[in-house]
Structure formats: structure tokens, C-alpha cells
Antibody, heavy 118, light 108 residues
Framework: HLVESGGGLVTSGGSLRLSCAAS????????MTWVRQAPGKGLEWVSL????????YHEDSLKGRFSISRDNAKNSLFLQMNSLTAEDTAVYYC?????????????WGQGTLVTVSS | DIQVTQSPSSLSASVGDRVTFTCRAS??????LNWYQQKPGKAPKVLIY???SLQSGVSSRFSGSGSGTDFTLTISSLQPEDFATYYC??????????FGQGTKVEIK
């Protein structure tokens, strides 16, 4: 079970921190990812972090504005988003990577909406 | 970067129809290709992984095929609950990954 929070309305140039609470599985054993979907558009991969928080990856176009992290003691995933623009308006999904098939996303949260107003 | 292009972008079909749509990668990705279904207002759900393996719990009317650059997802007999948008995802470049733009299946 994955439950996102922290979305909302923010003005352009602002920051927001998304959280994802995980339950029902051993959180630290799984890599986790954020995927976003702009209104009426397709899916866009954003960031990924391995189970031990040793490796973090981000979509190149984000230009260092986003940062993924996790707290395994609290079964939580985070996405820090800075210098937000209208193009960042989207539903942000927290998701789990399958343990056996590389890159496969096997569980998704219901998403949290981020709206950036200009 | 590897691009994945889905076609068509939308299609209309009737219950009971056999439906096939495609995903084309900009370079050889082997079988590193997954398919997801997304219904309005809901999170995506995985249907097929590694091009042709059926995810546990998914109906056998869904099947996937292909390798290299060309892939297909087939629904053997379209059911009312299958009207949704379908996305392919290449994971050849994992952990970085890209999705196709989606194919929306609508009721004729």
C-alpha cells in the first residue's frame, strides 16, 4: 500500500515536498520511484532511489531541481521539488520497483496533484 | 535517449473485438518492454512485462509479443472493463526509463 501526500497549489518558483507512506511490504528491500502525469498527458518518469538509499537517479530535464530520498525506519519516500514552474503541474505517483524484473513498476500509489500557478 | 512511440494514439472498438496496438522503440531494446493499463482517475496497472510475460492476476486475454524495436499488445476479446489507456515502457536504460505516449481504447 502506497499513500502519497504533500501535493497542492504552489506559486511558480516555489518549493514542495511530497511524501509517500508505504505499508504491507519490507520497504527497505525495494527500489522506489516517482512518476508524474500532467493533466491529459502521458506518464513521465521522474526519479528513482535504491532500497539502501545509495543510488539516486533523476530525469535529466529536471536540471537538479528535484531530489529523491527515503527514510527506511519510517517506511517513507520523499520528493523535494524546487524552482517549480507551470510545466511541473501534474499528478505525482509514488511507485515500487519489482524486485526481480529490472525497471518494472509493480505497485503504484493513487497519486497526489501538484498545481503550479504562474 | 531511447524514444518509444505508440500507435495508434486512440482507437474505437466494440466488446468482443480483437484489438492490437503497437509500440516502437528508437533502437534495439531486446525484450525490455512492459505494458500498463490506466483507467481515468486511477493509477496505472502492469499487464505484461519483459515483452510477453503476463503479470500475475492479469486476464489471459491480454498478450504481448515482440523484441528488438517492435512490440505489440493484443486483447483477444475486448471486455467493457478494458476501455482504458495503455502505455508501453522501455526499461533497457533502467534505472532511467521512458514511456510511450499511450493508446486510448474507446467504445465504438
Amino acid at each position: 500500500h502506497l499513500v502519497e501526500s504533500g501535493g497542492g497549489l504552489v506559486t511558480s518558483g516555489g518549493s514542495l515536498r511530497l511524501s509517500c507512506a508505504a505499508s504491507g511490504f519490507t520497504f527497505s528491500r525495494y527500489a522506489m520511484t516517482w512518476v508524474r502525469q500532467a493533466p491529459g498527458k502521458g506518464l513521465e518518469w521522474v526519479s528513482l532511489i535504491d532500497g539502501a538509499a545509495t543510488y539516486m537517479y533523476h530525469e535529466d530535464s529536471l536540471k537538479g531541481r528535484f531530489s529523491i530520498s527515503r527514510d527506511n525506519a519510517k517506511n517513507s519516500l520523499f520528493l523535494q521539488m524546487n524552482s517549480l514552474t507551470a510545466e511541473d503541474t501534474a499528478v505525482y505517483y509514488c511507485a515500487r520497483l519489482d524486485a526481480d524484473v529490472e525497471g518494472l513498476i509493480d505497485y503504484w500509489g493513487q497519486g497526489t496533484l501538484v498545481t503550479v500557478s504562474s | 535517449d531511447i524514444q518509444v512511440t505508440q500507435s495508434p494514439s486512440s482507437l474505437s472498438a466494440s466488446v468482443g473485438d480483437r484489438v492490437t496496438f503497437t509500440c516502437r522503440a528508437s533502437q534495439n531494446i531486446g525484450t525490455f518492454l512492459n505494458w500498463y493499463q490506466q483507467k481515468p482517475g486511477k493509477a496505472p496497472k502492469v499487464l505484461i512485462y519483459s515483452a510477453s510475460s503476463l503479470q500475475s492476476g492479469v486476464s489471459s486475454r491480454f498478450s504481448g509479443s515482440g523484441s528488438g524495436t517492435d512490440f505489440t499488445l493484443t486483447i483477444s476479446s475486448l471486455q467493457p472493463e478494458d476501455f482504458a489507456t495503455y502505455y508501453c515502457q522501455q526499461t533497457y536504460t533502467a534505472p532511467r526509463t521512458t514511456f510511450g505516449q499511450g493508446t486510448k481504447v474507446e467504445i465504438k
